[in-house]
């Protein structure tokens, strides 16, 4: 469902400053363009207007300020002292409830109680699956991906001394999921963590990730996925209301490979995650679909990053969230850059987010960068709206009560994105969620 009842298109004005975001912002509600034929012809000499607000075309060089801003030149390090704790005139940190967030800002090791850890991991894998492994810092494949981008990921790194490792095994398929789940025992107890995913070449695996309980989670899921293999990563989120966590999931794609990530937030006072996509070689696919239902108090906050450096890839991202009751935040950010070696890249990228009830508040800023006029399309949309009054209208002149004509509506706002999960279980766990959260707010 898409609202035609468009209120609100959340941007750098929307959070008091005007200029914060201009050096790698585009106008939401833009629709696919074929780059290569829009430039053609163009004079691609910087304008002044252009060198103002910190922008370049392709064929230029950076400007000094958009050389700073560009999201392709973010530092990377695992060493925890150069990563600076983050502040809230920092465009990367903005959005961020930082107090909530403090205790992940912290150098600290796990809470381990003598043996009684601050989060608890149940693995099972495939019949015929490798048995799950560990890696200790510098042991490959662990880190030759996953590079920390900021302070919580290089703790989460240096903090986890043996990484969880799951391997698909070359032109292995398998019929059933790698499963994570992922038990938080307080909220007063840090716990920090490394993952590896590993589909090996020609393999095809689904891994969920499931979150639960309560913790102050500091994260880190590090994907390689081999030339031909196909890979699905479902990370849920379900936490108890005062979990806090911060993840960095980062994930390579080989040579005509295929990743399917998903991101679900249902539950946690706060959580955000910056997830990374980036391709190996040619003819790579990423696709990352995001649901979520921020509750009164709750904030959600998903960055997303696709670096098209390889030519002839392909990516699409598409999230959705809903927000009901007072203080529900969300927050989505959307980055792709097109590299000048990126020829023939297709990318698209899509934010919608459903207000039910006053009091909250959703920011969507999508960002396209393109270094090359040689390339099949790109294009963005966002939007921030309230219920269709015309889809209301036809279903309540059907003899609809009000009150599950709204719920339809969230109902098919959010059914594109569940029926795109390839785990049965899954899609009826997120349905379930989603009647109990609309029982809330609509009874």
Known sequence: MTSTDVTDVKGPESAGDPTANEAVGHAAGAAPVAAGTALEG????????????????????????HAAANRGARLRSFEVADHAVPRSDVEEWRFSPLRRFAPLFEDVATDDREGDFAVDYAVSVPEGAPEPGVLAPGQAPRGTVLVPEDRTSAVASARTEQALHLVAAKNAAYDTPFRVDITGRGAERRGNAHLVLEAEESSSSIVVLNHTGSAQYAQNVEIVVGDNAQMTVISVHDWDDDAVHIAQHHARVGRDARLKHVAVTLGGGAVRLNAIGEYAAPGGEIEKLGLYFSDEGQFFENRLFIDHSAPNCTSNVAYKGALQGKGARSVWVGDVLIRKSAEGTNTYELNRNLVLTEGARADSVPNLEIETGEIEGAGHAAATGRFDDEQLFYLRARGISEVEARRLVVRGFFAEIIQQIDVPEVRERL??????????SMN
């Not at 163009?42 to 392709?58: C, I, M, Q, V, Y």
């Not at 349905?431 to 809330?440: F, M, Q, T, V």
């Open 431 to 440: 349905s379930a969620a989603i009647e109990d959260e609309l029982a809330r």
């Open 42 to 65: 163009t004079d691609t000499t910087a304008a002044p207007e252009l060198e103002a607000e910190n922008l370049s075309l392709p064929g230029q060089g950076l400007s000094a300020a």
